[in-house]
């Protein structure tokens, strides 16, 4: 069993700033690829970054160099810290584990229940 526990989502005004966090545990020791996706109602879940165990990451053009992904100090850890935030950010944002390590980074199967960030004035 797997669970996934995302963090840090909140309100903020355009231009703003949050940092999201997610911890993955269970019986799966480790995820060599985890990552962030983003859904906003009626719309499909996308990709917003996604890092491997070598440290390679991945992003979606709409971060524009807003968005930075990287590994926590606890194990199975990933931090998104976002920065400048628009309202088209606006949406539930998930974390996403994989057991494989691929390059581009392969979505998982194993999803956090998300965090909604909302941004607007």
């Known amino acids: 069993q797997v669970q996934i526990v995302e963090s840090g989502g909140g309100s903020v005004q355009p231009g703003g700033s949050l940092r999201l966090s997610c911890t993955a545990s269970?019986?799966?020791?480790?995820?060599?690829?985890m990552g962030w996706y983003r859904q906003a109602p009626g719309n499909q879940r996308e990709l917003v970054a996604a890092?491997?165990?070598?440290?390679?990451?991945k992003y979606a053009d709409f971060v524009k160099g807003r968005f930075t992904i990287s590994r926590g100090s606890a194990r199975n850890t990933i931090i998104l810290q976002m920065n400048s935030l628009t309202p088209e950010d606006t949406a539930a944002y998930y974390c996403?584990?994989?057991?494989?390590?691929?390059?581009?980074?392969?979505?998982?199967?194993?999803w956090g229940q998300g965090t909604q960030v909302t941004v607007s004035l």
């Open positions: 996403n584990a994989d057991i494989s390590t691929t390059w581009p980074p392969r979505q998982g199967e194993y």
């Open positions: 890092i491997i165990r070598d440290g390679r990451t």
């Open positions: 269970g019986t799966i020791a480790n995820f060599p690829t």
